[in-house]
């Protein structure tokens, strides 16, 4: 009789205090939040992060999307309307990879999901914050788009060769 392995249990979805603190020192508490054209609590959009970065067990994030490869630009994917202005409000606008590796296999690689992300946000001066950075995004749109990599299988040398072996 064979033994059903215990499923490993789940972990909260709470975001840990570092991100909670994170977000708070990012963006307003009355920040307009949009996820592919669609109004989003800022909530949800943090447990919704928080859902996915728990769902990992290795995490990157690569900024741009080398879309615009002659660009002249270093900016690492991400481009600004103030750049020489830093108090007075701007929008941020980028692209991002997010790739998370998942605790199953297949095959011999872990498993993984891309997250494409394209951002606009802007920042503005939050006056109801004291002491610190008063900056905080007021509004961010996102559209994000979900895809599994392709999987590369190992070819044996006889396919790569074009025969096989004893011939």
Sequence with gaps: MSQVPHAPP????????????????????????????AVQPLQTFRDDVAARRTAATHVSVAWGLNSNPGSS????????????????????????VVTRSLPFRIRVSPAQRQTYIY??????????????????????????????????FAVPRAAQAGGSEGQ
């Excluded at 789940?10 to 990012?26: I, L």
């Excluded at 600004?80 to 991002?96: C, I, M, Q, R, W």
């Excluded at 606009?120 to 788009?145: C, K, N």
């Design 10 to 37: 789940t972990p909260s979805r709470q975001p840990q205090p570092r991100v909670q603190d994170a977000f708070d020192r990012t963006f307003s508490p009355l920040c307009e939040v949009r996820l592919n054209h």
């Design 73 to 96: 630009h270093s900016g690492g994917g991400v481009v600004s309307t103030n750049e020489d202005k830093p108090k007075e409000p701007a929008v941020v606008a980028g692209a991002l």
């Design 119 to 152: 951002f606009s946000a802007r920042i503005e001066r939050d006056l109801g914050v004291q002491g610190s950075d008063p900056r905080r995004i007021t509004s961010f749109y996102y559209t994000s788009v979900d895809k599994t990599p392709p999987i590369h």
